[in-house]
């Protein structure tokens, strides 16, 4: 069982434009939600978050929209360079259990000149 | 400030032998979580440690152990290794405090053979 999907294993974009990475949940218990950037051979890199009390987070390039009632959420960024290529992983936990992450498959983003 | 340390990176083990890897956190943070990385299954939550007590647990077979100690450092161990354990073993650290973002080290590549 799924609980976080994210639906697109893959995503290309050139240099200067906008990213959206989708992501969508299937369990009402989550409450807060984060964004994860991995290079190969590297662990995850935490990039941004949200709570649900919240609907948007911004962080210099960086913003996370959160749909609730959609159980949706997406991650923005603008403009995308050629360094933000890598797997972007979407992750949801309850506050009470913050460390027990659920993943997301990860979408692969590539941005090209 | 210096990241989160997993030790060996590399590991080969045949089946039926035990193993450890060791985690240390970033210094001042006292929870520490480890997950599994597969392709198939993706990044799985195997447990949680805060102040040296096992704080959350995932889904995982008791051959999956692990503790912490004093100063934080953890280690995990799996017993009677099976091919199916062949893996990325990530360590997280974190504040350990209510949405406070878990911090990955660069994994241990287990294999089994």
């Known amino acids: 069982d799924q609980q976080v999907k994210q639906n697109s294993p893959s995503l290309s974009v050139q240099e200067g434009r906008i990213s959206i990475l989708n992501c969508d949940y299937t369990n009402s218990m989550f409450d807060y939600f984060l964004w994860y950037k991995k290079y190969p051979a590297e662990g995850p890199t935490f990039l941004i978050s949200?709570?649900?009390?919240?609907d948007k987070n911004e962080d210099g390039r960086f913003t996370v929209f959160l749909n609730k009632s959609a159980k949706h959420l997406s991650l923005h960024i603008v403009p995308s360079q050629p360094g933000d290529s890598a797997v972007y992983f979407c992750a949801a936990t309850n506050t009470g259990t913050a460390s027990k992450l659920t993943f997301g498959t990860g979408t692969r983003l590539q941005v090209t000149l | 400030k210096a990241g989160v340390t997993q030790t060996p990176r590399y590991l080969i083990k045949t089946r039926g032998q035990q193993v450890t890897l060791s985690c240390s956190p970033i210094?001042?943070?006292?929870?520490v979580s480890w997950y599994q990385q597969t392709p198939g299954q993706g990044l799985q939550f195997l447990f949680e440690y805060f102040s040296e007590t096992q704080r959350n647990k995932g889904n995982f077979p008791g051959r999956f152990s692990g503790r912490q100690f004093s100063n934080s450092r953890s280690e995990m161990n799996v017993s009677t290794l099976e091919l199916g354990d062949s893996a990325l073993y990530l360590c997280a650290s974190s504040l350990g405090q209510n949405n406070s973002p878990l911090h990955f080290g660069n994994g241990t590549r287990l294999t089994v053979t």
């Open positions: 949200i709570s649900s009390i919240k």
């Open positions: 210094s001042g943070h006292r929870s």
